[in-house]
């Protein structure tokens, strides 16, 4: 049966194509108000396609952007797949910088650029077609569901309580999300590890108003000053986090994984000129691999104070701000990582200046056995999707509803992504190869076959 569904799969390859051209004119940007009226058109849009691929499917409100769910008709004795995926997208700004326009799918050198077209529309669409293909032969051997939101790129804010309140309805045996990537290009990968997030805003009160530097300079707390003698002392000279406390629950790589990571064809020298730098750096004792996987870590992402215009302006300013992204490993519990980060951050401060904190997200790591029944179906999907053993690898991003799904719903996440580590997500130009829709197709195809075995 599935030599049938991957020859139709073959069949629709250019109306495969069409279809996401379809998808990735909707500027779909969740986080612009002006782009609503898109957001909520591209999911009536996909609802229907749906639709024609055989699923009961319908838009529902979340309390912001609506939520597309969909359903293959339960039948008795099938295990359940919940597939978790999003059509919004990030914005599409600097404008100046596409070769093409964003909302305009162009194919250029056998990949399809426009805003989306990786993350994740081009690998939501290549299970559309992959459920398409199996419709035409009496439909996917299993139970699935289809969650697919609109608030991703802002934070999925909503989708907790959305969730939670359709708890029943989201039953499954087991989720399924493509929003990673391949290693490399003909390195398809399962990512079987993912690090969370714990993200603070720093913020430093001083005098009441801003003050003329020559007038007040010496005499007064200056809070730029303060704030960068803190973030200065966040990382020692080895490249460690220098909060008491932080590493205390960190798991160390197992040496298999360590092994198998070191097979991987990854070259560190081209990885830094691939980016533009000179050398690497980071926490010392560690590869660049484990560093971005399985290390935690302490980034500033923002500062803010004072005049920022053009020319000079000699001011001490009032406040000063910092947004600080912490990423987390298995086992390290986000709310004590909070809680230290704060206590380090105000004993580090001048008792002569107020400190307050805002915290825009916590979620923990996540890390899927690698000798899980789920794991090796996906592993057989892969090789028959791509015609290659997949790469098992972690990933230093965060996909907080993996843990929601955990949380929630009790069931672990398979993470069989398609994209390529040059797809520039993101960024201007983001693009998803013709071939990596194809082989995803084929790859989703084969995992709702092999997934009816659990």
């Known amino acids: 049966m599935l030599s049938e569904v991957f020859a139709a799969i073959e069949r629709r390859r250019q109306e495969s194509v069409n279809g996401l051209k379809r998808f990735l004119r909707f ?26 691929c055989g699923l009961e499917a319908g838009v529902e409100p979340t309390g912001g952007h609506p939520a597309v769910v969909a359903r293959w008709p339960h039948r008795p004795g099938r295990p359940t797949v919940l597939l ?32 989306g077209a990786a993350d994740d529309k081009g690998q939501v669409w290549a299970h559309v077609e992959a459920i398409r293909a199996w419709q035409q032969h009496g439909g996917p ?36 999300i493509s929003d990673t990537s391949q290693f490399a290009r003909g390195a398809p990968a399962i990512t079987y590890g993912l690090r969370g997030l714990a993200y603070a805003e720093v913020f430093i009160q001083g005098p009441s ?56 064809p990854f070259d560190e020298q081209q990885f830094a000129r691939d980016l533009g730098l000179r050398s690497l750096c980071g926490e010392s004792g560690h590869t660049t691999l484990e560093r971005r996987w399985a290390r935690p870590t302490l980034d500033i992402n923002g500062l803010t104070s004072g005049y920022q215009g053009p020319g000079a302006k000699t001011v001490i300013p009032s406040t000063a701000s910092a947004k600080v992204s912490m990423r987390l490993v298995a086992r390290q519990d986000p709310l004590k990582v909070q809680a230290a980060f704060e206590r380090a951050v105000r004993q580090r401060c001048p008792d002569f200046v107020n400190v307050s904190f805002a915290w825009h997200g916590l979620s923990p790591a996540a890390l899927v056995p690698l000798d899980s029944a789920g794991i090796r179906l996906a592993e057989r999907a892969v090789q028959k999707g791509f015609g290659v053993p997949p790469v098992m690898v972690r990933e230093g991003g965060s996909i907080p509803v993996v843990g929601l799904i955990k949380t929630h719903l009790r069931i672990d996440t398979l993470l069989v992504g398609f994209g390529l580590p040059d797809d520039r997500v993101h960024s201007p130009n983001e693009k998803f190869d013709l071939d990596a829709l194809y082989h995803g197709t084929r790859t989703a195809a084969a995992l709702y076959q092999e997934l009816s075995a659990l």
């Open 27 to 52: 500027a779909s940007v969740s986080a612009q108000p002006g782009h609503a009226a898109d957001v909520n058109a591209c999911a009536q849009w996909l609802a229907g396609q749906l639709r024609d």
């Open 84 to 115: 978790y995926g999003h059509y919004d997208v990030q914005p599409p700004e600097p404008l100046d910088q596409w070769a093409s326009p964003p909302f305009e799918p162009t194919i250029r050198d056998g990949a399809i650029y426009a805003r």
């Open 141 to 176: 051997p299993v139970n699935l569901i289809l969650l697919i939101e609109g608030e991703e790129e802002v934070g999925s804010e909503n989708l907790a309580c959305f969730i939670q309140s359709r708890r029943d309805q989201l039953t499954a045996d087991i989720a399924v």
């Open 209 to 264: 108003h801003d003050l003329h530097s020559g007038i007040y300079g010496g005499a007064v707390p200056n809070p730029a000053n303060i704030l960068c003698r803190v973030l200065g002392s966040l990382h020692d000279a080895d490249g460690r986090v220098n909060i008491d406390g932080f590493y205390d629950d960190v798991v160390p790589l197992s040496p298999q994984e360590r092994d198998a990571w070191q097979r991987l």
